[in-house]
């Protein structure tokens, strides 16, 4: 069966082969073809034209991305709520013809996601990847039916969209000296200069080849935090007007004080009008500014802040922040958008209108802050550090814990769960240099994430997802992408505390190259 398993299925005996060449679709899902075409078709090479037609139709009484499959003798009909939903139930079909030597069972299937947001982060600040690299994750995301490409797009580290506004941005922020490593028996600086940036038609582009896929892109724009690159670019947007340069290291360090100025007049309409560069990009509801790892000395000696502080009657720099992020909250707001924050950037005065994606325990009062928050009716996306960080090693984060989780925050009521969105992993590229390294971080990780967003608990088994997993290894083989083997079971605890701290302390490829060898 696929991944994410189905909500219910009734297969008979008996199989047909199906057209996955050429598709039936009524008028109100022709936005659909080129996403459920894709799907059909995802790895295979020598597809021909005979086999019973696949008609899609457009069920009014369907949620945008429900859908049902039902498959006789004579063909097979797909109701769906959506362009989304028919190009998932063509995920579903194609999944169902690799399971079974390319015919599709007779029967009905009947699915719908459990939860509305169901994400995946890449980070294309740390180290820079192709446009075709990004689309092939999509692929995969749709394949596994996502619906949320979240693009971290700002960083200390390097800027990566075309700027018509600030050109400096590019010419200047885009490109970093140097890269500090941990590999191949090297720890330092490479001196390799390293960047780039998309150019607003590959974003453009980008944006229409996921929506065929029934994804929408979430861009996000780092503040006041993890914005060196901008600074470096254009540095009197900070406290103090002094040269810096783009960060070539990582973590949260020295450089991690250089903020926006909170009490500069000119910092907030430098960011409105890059935010309208974005929002011009991305026309949908999300948006992301950060907020996080912002560390506050720089706030603490500047008199500008401490003034801004007192006029606006805030106790602390953390409040500032709060003050800060919610004059950008509202300008979004003003342009019919949806800010999100990650939950280092929650505190008392945040706007409750605010997304607060989760991904630490180590903010300020850690989960219970945000179980207060959710219980108040705030919303939540759960990102949790320790589950659905694909960067980390396998070691740390085995592909069983990855499963295991589930999408709730202790000491919240059950009917205050629908304030939690969904889901989102998240691919930070520190230590990801190489397309190879990209997808051995991600697969399987992604096809198990798929299923704590879309499956109903009932119907999750870690054995069963393992056995369904196998067809997809197939599918990775074909599309060429290297993927985690032997990674199904957990090692034993001290092969795991040995393999994280090769990782932190000396080798960020050392399961790759052991995998190679």
Same mark, same amino acid.
């Given at each position: 069966m696929p991944i994410p398993q189905v909500r219910k299925q009734q297969l008979r005996n008996g199989a047909i082969s199906v057209n996955r060449r050429a598709v039936l679709l009524d008028s109100s899902l022709e936005d659909a073809q080129e996403g459920v075409l894709a799907m059909l078709r995802l790895g295979e090479k020598n597809l021909n034209d005979s086999g019973?037609?696949?008609?899609?139709?457009?069920?009014?009484?369907? $949620?945008?991305?429900?859908?049902?499959?039902?498959?006789?003798?004579?063909?097979?009909?797909?109701?769906?709520?959506? +362009?989304?939903?028919?190009?998932?139930?063509?995920?579903?079909?194609?999944?169902?013809?690799?399971?079974? /030597?390319?015919?599709?069972?007779?029967?009905?299937i009947e699915d719908a996601p459990e939860k509305s947001w169901r994400g995946l982060l890449i980070d294309v600040c740390r180290h820079f990847f192709s446009m075709q690299t990004v689309k092939t994750l999509v692929d995969l995301m749709a394949y596994h039916k996502y619906n949320r490409l979240h693009l971290h797009l700002t960083e200390d580290q390097g800027f990566r969209f075309?700027?018509?506004?600030?050109?400096?941005?590019?010419?200047?922020?885009?490109?970093?000296?140097?890269?500090?490593?941990?590999?191949?028996?090297?720890?330092?600086?490479?001196?390799?200069?390293?960047?780039?940036?998309y150019t607003k038609a590959e974003l453009? /582009?980008?944006? +229409?080849?996921?929506?065929?896929?029934?994804?929408?892109?979430?861009?996000?724009?780092?503040?006041?935090?993890? $914005?060196?690159?901008?600074?470096? $670019?254009?540095? /009197?947007?900070?406290?103090?007007?002094?040269?810096? /340069?783009?960060?070539?290291?990582?973590?949260?360090?020295?450089?991690?004080?250089?903020?926006?100025?909170?009490? +500069?007049e000119e910092t907030l309409p430098f960011l409105f009008s890059l935010l309208d560069e974005v929002m011009e990009l991305f026309p949908y509801s999300y948006l992301h500014i950060g907020g996080d790892e912002a560390l506050k000395s720089e706030w603490k000696r500047c008199a500008r802040c401490q003034r801004a502080m007192r006029e606006q009657g805030l106790k602390n720099e953390r409040e500032l922040q709060g003050y800060f992020?919610?004059?950008?909250?509202?300008?979004?707001?003003?342009?019919?958008?949806?800010?999100?924050?990650w939950n280092d950037g929650l505190c008392d005065t945040l706007s409750k209108s605010a997304i607060v994606q989760y991904w630490t325990p180590l903010s300020h009062n850690g989960p219970a802050q945000m179980a207060q928050y959710v219980s108040a009716g705030g919303k939540a996306i759960l990102s949790p550090v320790t589950r659905v960080y694909y960067d980390y090693p396998y070691a740390a984060t085995p592909l069983k814990k990855t499963y295991a989780y589930r999408p709730t925050l202790r000491g919240i009521k059950k009917k205050q769960e629908e304030n939690i969105l969904g889901v989102e992993a998240a691919i930070w590229t520190e230590w990801i240099d190489t397309e190879e390294k990209l997808f051995f971080q991600t697969l399987p990780r992604l096809a198990a994430t798929a299923e704590t967003a879309w499956t109903h608990r009932a119907n999750l088994s870690y054995d069963g997802f393992l056995q369904r997993l196998q067809t997809h290894y197939v599918l990775?083989? +074909?599309?060429?992408?290297?993927?985690?083997?032997?990674?199904?079971?957990?090692?034993?605890?001290?092969r795991r505390i040995w393999g994280t701290w090769t990782f932190f302390a000396r080798e960020t490829h050392a399961e790759l190259l052991k995998q190679k060898r």
């Open positions: 019973a037609p696949i008609s899609f139709r457009y069920h009014d009484a369907f $949620a945008p991305e429900q859908y049902r499959i039902a498959a006789d003798e004579t063909g097979v009909l797909v109701e769906a709520g959506g +362009r989304a939903a028919a190009v998932y139930a063509a995920a579903t079909i194609a999944q169902l013809c690799a399971e079974h /030597e390319g015919l599709l069972p007779l029967g009905e075309e700027s018509e506004r600030f050109p400096l941005l590019n010419s200047v922020g885009s490109y970093r000296k140097s890269t500090f490593v941990k590999h191949a028996e090297f720890k330092g600086e490479d001196g390799v200069l390293h960047g780039g940036f453009r /582009e980008l944006v +229409r080849y996921a929506k065929a896929r029934g994804i929408e892109i979430v861009p996000e724009i780092d503040m006041p935090g993890h $914005a060196l690159s901008m600074i470096a $670019a254009y540095p /009197e947007l900070a406290c103090v007007n002094e040269p810096v /340069e783009v960060a070539t290291r990582f973590g949260v360090t020295d450089f991690s004080n250089k903020l926006f100025c909170a009490g +500069r992020l919610n004059r950008v909250i509202a300008y979004l707001e003003e342009h019919g958008r949806k800010a999100i924050v990775y083989d +074909r599309l060429g992408l290297t993927y985690a083997k032997e990674k199904e079971r957990p090692e034993n605890i001290w």
